[in-house]
């Protein structure tokens, strides 16, 4: 089978969709498919890619790190569909490589796979040059066009498809398949991994890892820090990774005196990152805007109980109690929450053993889970892809 991905989210940009693609990319691979992805040009991208296209893009004061297409017709693409045969086409994003990719499939009779990774009315923020009000209106509509024009939408979680049929938005069929995780075994002792950090070897470590960004909720985590060093005095919290909000962060920190408390990380390679769930106790997780929270299976296959807000799709990742706390989006709460694990050693660990043994995908049964997809819309063709505009 070749499968076409169309993304503006694919490595080198560094986020949850770019993740979800390039793990699919690589398990339709092992499994002998052919997989064309059609993304957006990038300054560190490796020329010697194979198989995929990326097309012009600019980049935009709001989010310099995710370039995005230039909006023009591509004769290269149609030159591609023309010289190969494709049997499938997936979209990652509904927006201007994600509307190509409707137009490609009705121009050459491809069927459309299309995916929901993200919150999009979340993130208007990033646009503040336009009336929000009329910015989300204007964005569920585009939505529901898009996603009518699909034979199938893949989501992450039920609560992305809740969130979806909130809007009335609607596809064809709809289709819960998370992303998979690999489970990782830790190779870094603990003490190996705090020394190799820099980080203490007796205070209890609060670790976060994802964007530093407004819609993840950072504020709690800080607000609730305090609440947390009255019962426990030594934690220190530990972001790691990068973002527009890094600054910001920065800065509350030293307002608030808490630069012994909080450690600002930076990103860390992939590659590394076991060396970074080794060193911690906790996980936590302030996001309210996950459609699953790729992250917390990730932690967990590294035996990190996490604590989490109980809101959006990441709480479909943790079983309350048992590997982790799902607590309200309070300061409060949270820090009630950290305090009881943080001081109970045994608790901790129970579920910390839990953790490694939660349900979740392997990338293998993810890309199982999509070809079931792609077959089912190969035996009934579209009548007529609808364009998405």
């Known amino acids: 089978m070749h499968i076409a991905i169309f993304s503006e989210s694919y490595p080198p940009v560094t986020n949850g969709v770019a993740v979800s693609v390039s793990t699919l990319r690589r398990e339709l691979l092992q499994k002998g498919h052919r997989v064309t992805v059609v993304t957006v040009r990038h300054v560190?991208?490796?020329?010697?890619?194979?198989?995929?296209?990326?097309?012009?893009?600019?980049?935009?004061?709001?989010?310099?790190?995710?370039?995005?297409?230039?909006?023009?017709?591509?004769?290269?693409?149609?030159?591609?569909?023309?010289?190969?045969?494709?049997?499938?086409?997936?979209?990652?994003?509904?927006?201007?490589?994600?509307?190509?990719?409707?137009?490609?499939?009705?121009?050459?009779?491809?069927?459309?796979?299309?995916?929901?990774?993200?919150?999009?009315?979340?993130?208007?923020?990033?646009?503040?040059?336009?009336?929000?009000?009329?910015?989300?209106?204007?964005?569920?509509?585009?939505?529901?066009?898009?996603?009518?024009?699909t034979q199938v939408t893949i989501v992450p979680s039920h609560f992305a498809v809740q969130y979806l049929q909130r809007f009335g938005v609607q596809s064809r069929a709809v289709e819960v398949i998370p992303t998979g995780v690999e489970f990782h075994p830790l190779t870094v002792e603990r003490e190996e991994a705090r020394a190799r950090y820099g980080l203490p070897s007796d205070s209890p470590i609060l670790v976060y890892v994802g964007r530093l960004a407004r819609e993840k909720n950072l504020n709690l985590l800080l607000e609730m820090l305090p609440l947390v060093q009255r019962e426990v005095p030594k934690v220190l919290l530990w972001l790691v990774g990068s973002?527009?909000?890094?600054?910001?962060?920065?800065?509350?920190?030293?307002?608030?005196?808490?630069?012994?408390?909080?450690?600002?990380?930076?990103?860390?390679?992939?590659?590394?990152?076991?060396?970074?769930?080794?060193?911690?106790d906790l996980f936590v997780f302030p996001s309210v805007t996950e459609t699953q929270g790729l992250v917390l299976w990730e932690a967990q296959a590294h035996?990190?109980?996490?604590?989490?807000?109980?809101?959006?799709?990441a709480p479909e990742s943790v079983r309350d109690g048992?590997?982790?706390?799902?607590?309200?989006?309070?300061?409060?709460?949270?820090?009630?929450?950290?305090?009881?694990?943080?001081?109970?050693?045994?608790?901790?660990?129970?579920?910390?053993?839990?953790?490694?043994?939660?349900?979740?995908?392997?990338p293998g049964e993810m890309a199982e889970r999509v070809l079931e997809v792609y077959r089912r819309v190969l035996v009934n063709p579209p009548a007529g892809q609808q364009t998405g505009g």
């Open 44 to 149: 560190q991208a490796s020329p010697q890619e194979e198989d995929v296209i990326r097309v012009p893009a600019f980049t935009w004061p709001f989010a310099p790190d995710y370039p995005l297409p230039q909006p023009r017709p591509l004769p290269r693409l149609h030159r591609f569909f023309r010289e190969n045969r494709v049997d499938v086409i997936h979209t990652q994003i509904p927006f201007l490589l994600g509307v190509i990719g409707l137009r490609m499939g009705r121009r050459y009779g491809i069927p459309v796979v299309a995916h929901y990774h993200t919150l999009y009315d979340r993130y208007l923020h990033y646009a503040p040059v336009a009336p929000q009000g009329a910015l989300r209106a204007l964005l569920w509509w585009h939505l529901r066009r898009f996603y009518r024009g």
């Open 243 to 280: 973002g527009n909000a890094a600054d910001a962060i920065e800065q509350h920190v030293r307002r608030r005196g808490l630069s012994a408390t909080v450690r600002l990380q930076g990103r860390v390679p992939h590659e590394h990152i076991s060396a970074v769930y080794a060193a911690a």
């Open 322 to 362: 048992v590997d982790g706390l799902l607590v309200p989006n309070e300061a409060e709460a949270f820090a009630q929450a950290v305090v009881r694990l943080s001081k109970d050693d045994a608790l901790r660990r129970w579920m910390g053993q839990n953790a490694l043994c939660s349900p979740r995908l392997t």
């Open 303 to 313: 035996g990190l109980p996490c604590v989490v807000v109980n809101e959006g799709g």
